[in-house]
Nanobody, 125 residues
C-alpha cells in the first residue's frame, strides 16, 4: 500500500520560498499520479497541483500558477512542490496525495486514493 509522507513545511516570510517533499513509506508510488492539496482551518481542502506518473502533464490551481512548481523523481520515489513568492494566503496544511492506483491521474479530490498526514506551511506578512 502507498503511504505518502510529507516533509519540508515551516514558517517563512511573505515573498520567501519553501520546498515540500513527499515519499512513500510503503509501496513505491513511481507509477501513481501524485498531487498536492491544502487546507486551512474551517475551509474545505483545495487542489494545488498534480503531476502524472510519467511527468507528461502538470496542472496547477490558478492561485499558485507561476509561483509553485511540482516535479517528481521516480528513481528516488519522490515528488516535490517548490513554492516561491509565498503569500500569507498560502498558509495552510499541505497534503501529499497519490491516485487510486497505478497510472491513475489526479484530476480532483475524488481521484485520490492515499493521503499523507499533512505538513504545516505558515507565511507571515
Amino acid at each position: 500500500q502507498v503511504r505518502p509522507v510529507e516533509s519540508g513545511g515551516g514558517l517563512v516570510q511573505a515573498g520567501g520560498s519553501l520546498s515540500l517533499s513527499c515519499t512513500s513509506s510503503g509501496r513505491p508510488f513511481s507509477q501513481y499520479g501524485l498531487g498536492w492539496f491544502r487546507q486551512t482551518q474551517g475551509k474545505a481542502r483545495e487542489f494545488v497541483a498534480t503531476i502524472t506518473w510519467n511527468s507528461s502533464s502538470k496542472t496547477y490551481a490558478d492561485s499558485v500558477k507561476g509561483r509553485f512548481t511540482i516535479s517528481r523523481d521516480n528513481a528516488r520515489g519522490s515528488v516535490v512542490l517548490q513554492m516561491n513568492d509565498l503569500k500569507p494566503e498560502d498558509t495552510a496544511v499541505y497534503y501529499c496525495a497519490a491516485g487510486n492506483g497505478p497510472s491513475y491521474s489526479i484530476n480532483s479530490e475524488q481521484d485520490v486514493g492515499y493521503w499523507g498526514q499533512g505538513t504545516q506551511v505558515t507565511v507571515s506578512s
